[in-house]
């Protein structure tokens, strides 16, 4: 082994890890995400103090999806939580299955992560300017989708600096 | 990645298939734990001992009175008071307003339904207080109900369009209104005071989402405010109020607390 080659190693096998701590991550944002819609379901306060005000957040009209034939609701009331669980179950499937070794799925991470990541800046702007409001959980659930997209990010500067 | 060989086995597949069924399980055990006939009903909320119901208050007797009459139907000497906090721009609200229908319809005068404005002071409900007011304004010719289905029954139509105030003067027109009136009315004082009291009487109880609803003074969670849930609960409050010996006839049988 040369002195070079040593550091190619070891950013070989950097690039094999983050998709299985992408997995994790996406978990953590599974577990949030199923938070929430049960706290939905059960018409209960989710834990909240400080700075937050998750009521107004989760009460919004912004925090659940309803469809309309007409004025008859057809959907009515699913939260959006429940496309989030969704949304990190695909990521974490992509990430696993990369991890595991199939080249094809870490690409479709990064457009899952990059689309979240994209919602979550929307999320987050309704809170901050149009319900002025925060909720910690889908602050928490933005951070998680953040470090999806940086993962993906980081992944790819790895991958140029091996090839 | 891309030196890692393709792998054959089936350990993703089994972590994807257990990580989906802890979810779907998971999920849907915490949820159903919290159904109506399991451990939420109301009776147990009385009795201070409901663990998975924390949000379920009894009305303290010094809380604001809200807007005095209030707004209510059936009779107001009924062993069971239903009093329900709305906002006319919240979705929720409008898809609950049919059960409320069906409700008051199967109970008539055995109960005694209060609506209560509670217009929430955010952006996104921007024309939610004038609503309440309209509302009130047409109880001053005794037509707050008709105004408040209106409301209700088209809110997708009047949320979305800039000339809202013109959809409701049609709509005025529509419940037969006195409008030269009704418009007068909306923009008094008296109109606007009573939606006031009823939101101070929201912010007394902590009620923090719309639509919130009480039966007997103690909240219902919102996964019980269907037309199955508010039977059930009912049907055991008219049951615990009736005098020893008489039964009063639950209206849903099948859903009569044991």
């Known amino acids: 082994m040369t002195e070079t080659e040593a550091p190619k190693i070891e950013e070989k096998s950097t690039i094999a890890k983050l998709p299985i701590l992408a997995a994790l991550v996406a978990l953590a944002g599974i577990a949030d995400a199923i ?16 700075p937050f005000d998750c009521e107004m957040v989760l009460s919004s009209p912004y925090s659940t999806l309803s469809g309309f034939v007409g004025n008859v609701p057809v959907i009515g009331d699913m939260p959006l939580s429940i496309f989030g669980a969704v949304a990190y179950f695909i990521a974490f499937c992509f990430a696993i299955l990369a991890a595991f070794g ?37 602050l928490i659930s933005a951070g998680i989708s953040a470090a999806l997209f940086i993962i993906f990010i980081i992944s790819i500067f790895v991958k140029r600096r091996t090839a | 990645m891309k030196n890692t060989p393709q792998t054959k086995s089936n350990a993703p597949m089994l972590i994807i298939g257990a990580v989906l069924v802890i979810a779907l399980l998971g999920g849907w055990y915490l949820i159903s734990s919290s159904k109506p006939g399991t451990n939420s009903n109301i009776a147990k909320a009385n009795n201070g001992n409901s663990a998975s119901t924390p949000k379920q208050p009894t009305v303290p007797a010094n809380a604001p ?40 319809s199967t109970y008539g005068s055995r109960i ?23 509302a009130e304004a047409a109880g001053m010719q005794n037509k707050f109900w008709d ?20 959809i409701w003067k049609d709509y005025a027109q529509k419940i037969g209104l006195d409008v030269p009136k009704w418009e007068n009315d909306m923009a008094g004082i008296a109109a606007r005071a009573r939606v006031d009291e009823d939101k101070k009487r929201a912010k007394g109880l902590n009620v923090s989402s719309t639509p919130t609803v009480f039966i007997n003074n103690v909240e219902i969670p919102f996964a019980q405010v269907n037309v199955a849930g508010l039977k059930q609960i009912i049907d055991a409050e008219l049951q615990k109020a009736a005098p020893q010996g008489q039964q009063p006839a639950p209206a849903a049988p099948a859903n009569a607390v044991k």
């Not at chain 1, 059960?42 to 400080?50: F, K, L, Q, S």
């Not at chain 1, 992560?113 to 319900?131: D, E, H, P, R």
């Not at chain 2, 707004?71 to 409320?100: K, R, W, Y």
Request: with cysteine.
């Open chain 1, 35 to 50: 938070f929430l819609t049960v706290h939905h379901y059960n018409a209960e306060p989710v834990p909240c103090g400080g």
């Open chain 1, 102 to 138: 199939d080249r094809r799925t870490w690409p479709l991470f990064g457009v899952q992560s990059t689309l979240m990541a994209t919602f979550a800046c929307y999320l987050f702007y309704l809170q901050s300017v149009v319900i002025r409001a925060y909720c910690q959980w889908c």
């Open chain 2, 65 to 104: 009175q809200g807007a005095t009459p209030p707004n209510q139907t059936g009779s107001a000497t009924a062993l069971v008071t239903i009093e329900e906090f709305a906002d006319f721009q919240c979705p929720q609200c409008a898809a609950t307003h049919p059960i409320m229908n069906e409700i008051k």
């Open chain 2, 112 to 134: 005694r339904f209060i609506y209560r404005n509670y217009p929430l002071d955010i952006p996104a409900h921007d024309k939610s207080y004038d609503a309440s007011v309209a």
């Open chain 2, 147 to 166: 105004m408040q289905n209106m409301l209700f029954s088209n809110q997708k139509a009047w949320t979305a369009d800039p000339n809202f105030k013109q």
